[in-house]
């Protein structure tokens, strides 16, 4: 069983950068992706990337704002989120599944970290 850990939320302000960190508990063939969850919102995709690197997917809302990477030697998948907005104020999550992230729902993430807080100020 993957266990992944999140790191790197905080406050930020508008048009300001956060990079997010997922760790996971072993060198894993998994699919990762992150998700986020606003106030009052269902949990929403942001980006995912297959476990070579090589299939990359965005959201609209975060497409040319947010990179999706991942160092397999150090068990960890980032996100380097620029040019953040306010709407992009929630908790974020990464997640592992076996399906081709271009095919994945959400559901079919089977591992999931607890989540770090992201919060954009205008």
């Known amino acids: 069983q993957v266990q992944l850990v999140e790191s790197g939320g905080g406050l930020a302000q508008a048009g300001g950068s956060l990079r997010l960190s997922c760790v996971a508990s072993e060198r894993t063939l998994y699919n990762l992706g992150w998700f986020r969850q606003a106030p009052g919102k269902e949990r929403e995709f942001v980006a995912a990337?297959?476990?070579?690197?090589?299939?990359?997917y965005y959201a609209d809302s975060v497409k040319g704002r947010f990179t999706i990477s991942r160092d397999n030697t150090k068990k960890t998948m980032y996100l380097q989120m620029n040019s953040l907005k306010p709407e992009d104020t929630a908790v974020y999550y990464c997640?592992?599944?076996?399906?081709?992230?271009?095919?994945?729902?959400?559901?079919?993430?089977?591992?999931w970290g607890q989540g770090t807080q992201v919060t954009v100020s205008s």
């Open positions: 990337i297959s476990w070579g690197g090589s299939g990359i």
């Open positions: 997640a592992a599944t076996r399906t081709p992230v271009s095919i994945a729902t959400q559901t079919q993430y089977n591992y």
